[in-house]
């Protein structure tokens, strides 16, 4: 019964390291999400993926690149980080179109 | 582009007491609406959503939240307040078209629940 399971839970990055936040959903869920969320800002989508094969930018994707593996799982890598990406990182899926979305429990990453 | 509008990112009431978190969205037409809550170091689960339909909709924990359309509203309400609400509430949207859900957040009002 995990539902969506992030890792890691946390990490501390020097600027320009790289980086993969991982993504997995036992639901069976067709389509799934990143968002970074900081203060005062709520949640912003990053990228996401309709289903699998098929990925597509949301409001802030500069600096991220995805991969969605195969239905299960959809990965985030930021392939040189810079102090701007620090932030919570929320994956979700939902099981397709105007569907709510079910999150995991974020990925608290600080880039120094 | 469509937008959510969250009054007060502070709200703070007394345990037993009416709570009233307001959200306005922006949207060309009707869209889809949730309320999310988050607790400290947690994802964000649904308390609620309105798609169609009856247009109070009740969700977990004796909240409901209604769909008023002249005003573009969706507020959230409980009428009484428990210590365990303290959380931060989040209002989304998500339009009708596409294939996925993509969901546009508010900025979240923090809830304080005091004795």
């Known amino acids: 019964n995990a539902g969506v399971t992030q890792t890691p839970k946390f990490q501390v990055l020097k600027t320009g390291q790289s980086m993969t936040l991982q993504c997995a959903q036992d639901m069976n869920h067709n389509s799934m999400y990143w968002y970074r969320q900081d203060p005062g800002m709520g949640l912003r989508l990053i990228y996401y993926?309709?289903?699998?094969?098929?990925?597509d930018k949301g409001e802030v994707p500069n600096g991220y690149n995805v991969s969605r593996l195969n239905k299960r799982e959809f990965s985030l890598r930021l392939e040189s980080a810079a102090p701007s990406q620090t932030s919570v990182y929320f994956c979700a899926s939902s099981e397709g179109r105007n569907q709510p979305q079910h999150f995991g429990d974020g990925t608290r990453l600080s880039i120094l | 582009a469509q937008s959510v509008t969250q009054l007060g990112s502070h709200v703070s009431v007394s345990e037993g007491a009416l709570v009233l978190l307001r959200c306005n969205y922006s949207?060309?037409?009707?869209?889809?609406l949730f309320w999310y809550v988050q607790y400290p170091n947690q994802g964000l689960q649904l308390l609620l959503k309105y798609t169609t339909g009856a247009t109070l909709v009740k969700g977990i924990n004796g909240f409901e939240a209604e769909f008023k359309k002249s005003e573009t509203s969706f507020h959230l309400t409980k009428p009484s307040a428990h210590m365990s609400d303290a959380a931060e509430y989040f209002c989304?949207?998500?339009?009708?078209?596409?294939?996925?859900?993509?969901?546009?957040f508010g900025t979240g009002t923090r809830l304080q629940v005091t004795l």
């Open positions: 949207s060309s037409v009707p869209p889809y």
């Open positions: 989304a949207v998500s339009d009708r078209d596409g294939t996925a859900s993509k969901l546009t």
């Open positions: 993926s309709a289903s699998e094969g098929t990925t």
